[in-house]
Each structure stands twice: as structure tokens, then as C-alpha cells.
């Protein structure tokens, strides 16, 4: 383990994060993690890393660092322009050049990888930041050292990675039903399917707070505490959905609506405030034929 990079600057947040902390919800420990896990594992095949490596997750540029001796990196996620090099592709940084993110145009969260992975301490298990729970590596502040691990032996494979442009317009996410549909009347169910939401601005890792119709509950009281997964769309009394994303808490008292699918969390993270988006029912997969 040696320093690889020292932090000039960082942008709004920038957190350590690798694929988490799965398995602990038992004890009360979420899994947090990259919010766009496929961005993450991407930025870390480029540089020839494993794929779960840890990285600094970077939420809406501003990240400045300096190499302290000649690394290879790559940037992926929300593409942001870059002082040297370009995103989805692998960057050669000598000793003392500096690498700049700029404000992405579109998408929120961009993932800078390091060859050798940040080898920061574990806690349990993790080198991600979970910001709800305080776990792991503090946010990155002004003059950190940044370590890397040892290179792995295989170098790079490739050098650019041909990455889809962003999608435009609505972000469209599909959900499944339940596992509290039956709190709210067949009204907030159709309404949730139909709306056109707002992304708000108190929006973090831990949930997307979501602006649109108040969602009529059918079933008065309160709800025991029970276990939430990424994905779900918590209804508070104000009838307006939040969308739990990756530090969400392990349990909450307040009814599910609908889960989404969790291969469109990584659309969902990269929703900034004031996109639009909708949801549609998923199609369950046809039974086998015999």
C-alpha cells in the first residue's frame, strides 16, 4: 500500500465506496456501497482492478487530485469533462499531474478508480462511507492522502470503454407492487403508475425525495417497524413517495407502496434534482415451457 493521490478539492461530496456491506441488515448494518454499482465495477475492469475495488464516488464534480507518483486511473458514471484524459477510458497520470472533474452535463455521480483499488481501513468488512450510519472512511476532505493497493498483475485490457450516452427526458423505473400496496387505495396505486415525479432537492444517498400527487392511504394507523430494501418507496403521511437508495435504513415504520427493480437503481442514482421520473409495472418473466 502506498499514497497514490492527494485531494485538492471536492466538489459537493466525495466518498469511498466499494460494493458494501451485504448480509448485515440483521444487525442493523445497511449495505450502502456505490450508489451506481455498474459504473463502479466498470471503472475498476478499466483500470484492471476487481471489480468490488474501492473508488471515490464523486456527486456532481468538483474533484481535484494530485498523483504523488505515477498512476493509472479511469472515471466513469456521469460524464464530466476532465483536466486530462477523457471518461470511460483509462488515464496515465505522471508524479505531481493534477486531474480535475468538471460538473457533469448530465447525470449526477461520476467514479474515479484507482489501479490497486483505494486501500483505505475496512469496517466491517467495507471501505464504503455510509452516510446515514457514519460508517467507514470520512468524507474526503482538502489534503487527504488517498492509498492504493498493490497493482494487479494482469495490466489493462482496454483503454476506452464505449459507454451508451445519458438518457434524455424521463427516467423511466419499473417497480413491483407491494410489499404494502394494500395501505392505500386503488386510486394512490394508479396514481403512482401514472404520475409524472419530480426528483426534489432534499435528495442524498441515503433516499430521493420525490414531488407529485399525495398518495391516498386506505388503512389508518401505524405500521410496525419492519426490514426495507434498496429500491423501496416508502409513503410518509404526506402521501409523497421516497425512493430508498443505497444508506437507506434497515427498517422503517412507514408503508411500502412498491419496490423498484434493482437492476434500475443504477438510473434511479443517477437522477439529479428536478428530473422527471416515471414509474411502470415490471413484467414478470414467462413461466418455462415444458
Do not use: K
Given at each position: 500500500?502506498?499514497?497514490?493521490?492527494r485531494?485538492?478539492?471536492?466538489?459537493?461530496?466525495?466518498?469511498?465506496?466499494?460494493?458494501?456491506?451485504?448480509?448485515?441488515?440483521?444487525?442493523?448494518?445497511?449495505r450502502?456501497?456505490?450508489?451506481?454499482?455498474?459504473?463502479?465495477?466498470?471503472?475498476?475492469?478499466?483500470?484492471?482492478?476487481e471489480?468490488?475495488?474501492?473508488?471515490?464516488?464523486?456527486?456532481?464534480?468538483?474533484?481535484?487530485?494530485?498523483?504523488?507518483?505515477?498512476?493509472?486511473?479511469?472515471?466513469?458514471?456521469?460524464?464530466?469533462?476532465?483536466?486530462?484524459?477523457?471518461?470511460?477510458?483509462?488515464?496515465?497520470?505522471?508524479?505531481?499531474?493534477?486531474?480535475?472533474?468538471?460538473?457533469?452535463?448530465?447525470?449526477?455521480?461520476?467514479?474515479?478508480a484507482?489501479?490497486?483499488?483505494?486501500a483505505?481501513?475496512?469496517?466491517?468488512?467495507s471501505?464504503?462511507?455510509?452516510?446515514?450510519?457514519?460508517?467507514?472512511?470520512a468524507?474526503?476532505?482538502?489534503?487527504?492522502v488517498?492509498?492504493?493497493?498493490?497493482?494487479?498483475?494482469e495490466?489493462?485490457?482496454?483503454?476506452?470503454?464505449?459507454?451508451?450516452?445519458?438518457?434524455?427526458?424521463?427516467?423511466?423505473?419499473?417497480?413491483?407492487?407491494?410489499?404494502?400496496?394494500?395501505?392505500?387505495t386503488?386510486?394512490?396505486?394508479?396514481?403512482?403508475?401514472?404520475?409524472?415525479?419530480?426528483?426534489g432537492?432534499?435528495?442524498?444517498?441515503?433516499?430521493?425525495?420525490?414531488?407529485?400527487?399525495?398518495?391516498?392511504?386506505?388503512?389508518?394507523?401505524?405500521?410496525p417497524?419492519?426490514?426495507?430494501?434498496?429500491?423501496?418507496?416508502?409513503?410518509?403521511?404526506?402521501?409523497?413517495?421516497?425512493?430508498?437508495?443505497?444508506?437507506?435504513?434497515v427498517?422503517?415504520?412507514?408503508?411500502?407502496?412498491?419496490?423498484?427493480?434493482a437492476?434500475?437503481?443504477?438510473?434511479?442514482?443517477?437522477?439529479?434534482?428536478?428530473?422527471?421520473?416515471?414509474?411502470?409495472?415490471?413484467?414478470?418473466?414467462?413461466?418455462?415451457?415444458?
Open positions: 500500500m502506498t499514497a497514490a493521490l485531494v485538492l478539492a471536492t466538489g459537493p461530496l466525495a466518498t469511498v465506496q466499494d460494493l458494501g456491506r451485504p448480509g448485515l441488515a440483521a444487525v442493523g448494518v445497511g450502502s456501497g456505490a450508489a451506481d454499482r455498474g459504473a463502479l465495477r466498470l471503472a475498476n475492469r478499466l483500470v484492471g482492478n471489480e468490488g475495488a474501492a473508488a471515490v464516488e464523486v456527486t456532481f464534480g468538483g474533484l481535484s487530485v494530485r498523483a504523488l507518483r505515477p498512476v493509472t486511473v479511469a472515471v466513469t458514471g456521469a460524464a464530466c469533462p476532465l483536466s486530462v484524459g477523457a471518461v470511460d477510458s483509462v488515464v496515465h497520470l505522471a508524479a505531481g499531474r493534477q486531474l480535475t472533474l468538471g460538473a457533469p452535463a448530465a447525470g449526477l455521480r461520476s467514479y474515479l484507482v489501479r490497486g483499488g483505494i483505505v481501513p475496512e469496517v466491517l468488512g471501505r464504503s462511507r455510509d452516510v446515514l450510519a457514519g460508517l467507514g472512511p468524507p474526503l476532505a482538502v489534503g487527504d488517498l492509498p492504493a493497493g498493490p497493482p494487479p498483475a495490466p489493462p485490457r482496454v483503454d476506452l470503454a464505449p459507454v451508451a450516452a445519458p438518457e434524455s427526458g424521463e427516467v423511466v423505473l419499473r417497480v413491483r407492487p407491494g410489499p404494502r400496496d394494500d395501505w392505500f386503488p386510486g394512490a396505486v394508479r396514481e403512482l403508475l401514472s404520475a409524472a415525479w419530480t426528483v432537492a432534499a435528495s442524498d444517498r441515503v433516499g430521493m425525495r420525490l414531488d407529485g400527487p399525495a398518495l391516498e392511504r386506505a388503512v389508518g394507523g401505524e405500521l417497524s419492519e426490514g426495507v430494501v434498496p429500491g423501496s418507496l416508502q409513503v410518509p403521511p404526506g402521501g409523497r413517495p421516497v425512493l430508498f437508495l443505497a444508506d437507506h435504513p427498517t422503517g415504520g412507514y408503508p411500502v407502496i412498491a419496490v423498484v427493480l437492476d434500475d437503481l443504477d438510473r434511479a442514482a443517477q437522477a439529479r434534482p428536478g428530473r422527471t421520473l416515471r414509474f411502470t409495472t415490471a413484467r414478470r418473466p414467462a413461466p418455462p415451457r415444458r
